[in-house]
């Protein structure tokens, strides 16, 4: 043992089931003997990682630190599924992504295996991650109205990185591939959705224009950003970055779920002009706004689909909090998104 017991050095999270011991933590870090974990608690958000935030103090010194740790492989439970990433070749795609320009947090240490399981350590960085205070708070009043412009600065720098460099292994569907993954899934829930279907059907017409493939962040919106005084802060969660399309990223931070009801349509922050200035201002060029909408429709499809799949996790009792159980219930929402979509692109 270093120091005191686990139970004494995890302070806020020593009855949370799951929770990681504190000599799993410091092993871990390598922290010498007499170093202990204060603070141990439980973020909310993320149904497909656990967050932890946590301090390790020693020397004098207390460090702000969080932990993000796979809970257990659900990908085999459901067809289709996209494998998960390693959490190794997440962490070179963060370090690609410093480099390119992007904030992101810093790696500070990696876990494979037991006691801690597949597992980042991340250096802790301060800013607000909440939508609706992001949204609301007063204090960010003048934020909000440089930050779609500077989202769309960020995604200009990550989709400048070279896709040599990027992991071996990165997930790289073509459109049809992709397309028949998401059919697989419509399938495999029973095709319940018609609206989701029609969707899907649509978009096999419609193909993407002529672009270069880009490193996609794949989940790029409010609720993955830090954003405080200074603006963007860092970018979270790499968890569903992917070798795709430019206005993929762009049209996932407008889709109707992102905006948490604002009638701003980046974010729920700012206007589709302000974003693709900004990505303009970076890569010379941006995709056109009916690119957008056709990519809207695929996010709308997505979040149907995703809505689904948390839900059968949650039946099948592979995760039986109401976490997943509260997404499930927002496939209705989804299936609206697509309809109105439809409309407007004149399908």
Known sequence: MRGTSAASRATHAQDAPGAPSADALLACLGAPEGFEVESLRRLSGGANMETWAFDCCGAGRRRPLILRRRPGETAALIPALS????????????????????????????????PLGEALILSRVEGEALPQRILRDERLATV??????????????????????????????????????LQALCDHFGNPSPAQQLGLN???EQRPPSQSRVLCHGDFRLGNLLIGQGGLQAVLDWELAHIG????????????????????????FGDYRQLLDGYRSVRG???????????????????????????????????????????????????????????????
């Not at 109205?145 to 071996?168: I, K, Q, T, Y």
């Not at 993929?248 to 701003?264: H, I, K, M, P, T």
């Open 83 to 114: 494998p998960a990433m390693p959490l190794a070749a997440e962490a070179e795609l963060m370090g690609l992504a410093r480099r390119a320009g992007l904030p992101v947090p810093t790696v500070v240490a990696q876990s494979a295996g037991e």
């Open 144 to 181: 909000r109205g440089r930050l779609a412009f500077e989202c769309g600065e960020a995604l200009g720098n990550l989709h400048s990185v070279a896709l040599d460099e990027c992991p071996a292994g990165l997930r790289d569907l073509p459109w049809d591939a992709d397309l028949d993954r």
């Open 202 to 204: 649509w978009l096999r």
């Open 245 to 268: 399309y430019p206005a993929e990223d762009l049209a996932y931070l407008c889709a109707n779920v992102w905006r948490f009801g604002s009638e701003s349509p980046v974010g729920g």
């Open 285 to 347: 060029t941006a995709p056109d706004l009916d690119d957008i909408k056709r990519w809207e429709l695929y996010a709308a499809l997505g979040w149907g689909l995703v809505c689904l799949t948390m839900l059968e996790l949650h039946d099948r009792g592979a995760d039986p909090g109401l976490e997943r159980a509260a997404v499930g219930r927002r496939c209705s929402e989804a299936d609206i998104d697509i309809l109105l979509l439809l409309e407007e692109l004149g399908a």
